[in-house]
């Protein structure tokens, strides 16, 4: 199905399932998918995965048949080589592309794709790397992730080739070892994320440097920013947007956006000797001044394991798409912009109804709450009842438009069962067991008190600890697996999702 040319998201085109060389489909996991980023919008929108010892380079096919045509297909030697994690660099010789892959073993080999031949090998970590990432500055500068807890920068200029570490990022920036890493639009900023539920945020100096080539590597021990507060679990996915940053944990089930106070890209960069050290054991510190300040969060229900990522999708003059699949073969989409374009307009439901959320259907509140007002549902209420549900038993208010219960009793106390009236028996326990306290009488009720409409669950951004829901959401057909990355082309006419049981699905965007 062509996407619509007024919607932002992509559709499904098709789905793949490529298998392994050695492996049945159920043991293919593939964990990495990257689109060539060095060409024009909607020119040869060429794509890479990763997984076990496969590296396969792709096109989306032409046809509705063909969903993935395959144009090179790269087999590691090492039958106990798992790879986790691709990116494209050019070489800036030639302008060949260049595929740089790893996982475990700790090394980074890199493609010449034209020529189908191994370019290097980059040899120095000491653990599994997790990520990698190639600078916006230079396609020279590659950046790795490691469970050794360091970053390594390196240099694919061929005249640094007897010597290419250039950079590490390490000393006292991480506990345990890194899973993501992510570099800022000006490439003087890279976030990285680990298995300690650190964020942190490294300035970069100029590279390459002095030492650049030689034995001795610059070495940055602390990062200017770094907080173990805003995650419960691995930390797995990072990226800015503009200068906020969004992040995603293992079990959290959610994305978060949020921003370091003080931090401006525009401002001249930290020098080192101002990176606050470990001697500091307050669990955020900061460089800029101030801590951190929570935006908002995106749920992203069934996304429990760790090591799957979102992806955003975010060029000039174009909405920016915030975008993740799960365990069960759904994938999320926010649109960034409508967040701030929304008036707070609230649809009419389909049909005339009003539509509980899960998080309270689920609970049984829906049967309880709707029985129970003036006997004919939310849409028939009357009387002049006030009744407010606050948190801890508080008395809370609020200058919207009022729903009324039946009867008013005294106001700012807390509610006898007696009080509910018929149909309400036992509401108490039920939010309760919300973990909503219980519920005082001291205002009218709000509409969105019991339940908030799809709109605003989807739009509103008055509420930082409320996960929106997603705007659009597409079940990839006829199979269900984890999907472990999602990646855009250039121009966005093209989106791949990748994971577990050898499956690779295509979608079809808008495009410029």
């Given amino acids: 199905m062509a996407p619509s040319p007024d919607s932002p998201f992509p559709t499904v085109k098709g789905i793949a399932r490529i298998n392994s060389l050695d492996k049945k489909h159920e043991d293919t996991q593939f964990f990495d998918c990257q689109f060539y980023p060095y060409t024009l919008p909607g020119v040869d929108p060429v794509f890479a995965i990763v997984g076990k010892g496969e590296t396969i380079v792709c096109r989306p096919g032409k046809t509705d048949e063909t969903q993935v045509e395959v144009q090179r297909w790269f087999k590691d030697e090492d039958r106990n080589t798992s790879l986790n994690s691709c990116t494209w660099s050019q070489d800036l010789a030639t302008g060949d592309p260049l595929l740089c892959v790893t996982g475990q073993p700790p090394s980074i080999k890199i493609f010449n794709v034209r020529t189908g031949e191994l370019d290097r090998t980059l040899i120095g970590h000491g653990k599994e790397i997790n990520d990698l990432a190639v600078s916006p500055l230079s396609p020279a500068i590659l950046a790795s992730a490691s469970m050794d807890y360091t970053v390594r920068f390196w240099s694919l200029n061929p005249k640094h080739a007897h010597q290419p570490c250039m950079l590490i990022c390490g000393g006292e920036g991480h506990k345990e070892g890194l899973l993501t890493l992510a570099f800022h639009p000006t490439g003087r900023y890279l976030l990285t994320g680990g298995m300690d539920c650190v964020v942190n945020l490294w300035t970069i100096p100029d590279l390459p440097n002095d030492v650049t080539g030689s034995d001795k590597p610059t070495i940055i021990h602390y990062p200017h920013f770094s907080t173990s507060e805003i995650h419960t679990d691995f930390v797995d996915c990072v990226s800015f947007y503009n200068d906020l940053i969004l992040s995603k944990c293992a079990n959290e089930n959610k994305i978060l956006l949020w921003r370091i106070e ?140 009022t ?91 093209w989106m791949v999702v990748v994971g577990d049981q050898g499956m690779v699905a295509v979608f079809e965007g808008r495009g410029v």
């Fill in 403 to 493: 729903l009324f219960l039946n009867e008013r009793p005294t106001p700012n106390r807390t509610a006898t069962p007696a009080e509910y009236g018929n149909g309400y028996e036992g509401v108490g326990d039920v939010w309760g067991g919300l973990g909503l306290g219980t519920p005082t009488l001291s205002r009218p009720a709000l509409l969105e008190d019991i339940a908030p409409s799809r709109a605003r669950l989807k739009f509103s951004t008055d509420d930082p600890f409320r996960a929106l829901l997603p705007h659009r959401t597409h079940v990839v057909p006829r199979v269900t697996f984890a999907a472990r990355q999602v990646a855009w082309s250039v121009g966005g006419e």
């Fill in 262 to 401: 003080n931090f401006s890209s525009t401002s001249p960069p930290h020098p080192p000797s101002t990176a606050p050290t470990t001697h500091d054991f307050r669990p955020t510190r900061s460089a800029f001044g101030g801590t951190y300040q929570r935006l908002l969060q995106f749920e992203a229900v069934e996304t429990t394991p760790f090591y799957m990522r979102f992806s955003l999708f975010a060029p000039p003059g174009r909405h920016p798409i915030l975008c993740i699949g799960n365990e069960k073969s759904k994938v999320f989409f926010w649109d960034l912009q409508a967040l701030e374009e929304w008036d707070g307009v609230e649809p009419p439901e389909r049909g005339g109804r009003f539509k509980l959320p899960r998080n309270l259907a689920k609970k049984g509140v829906a049967r309880k709450i709707v029985k129970g007002v003036g006997g004919g549902g939310i849409g028939h209420m009357n009387g002049n009842r006030e009744l407010s549900i606050a948190s801890e038993g508080t008395a809370t208010t609020n200058s919207h438009s």
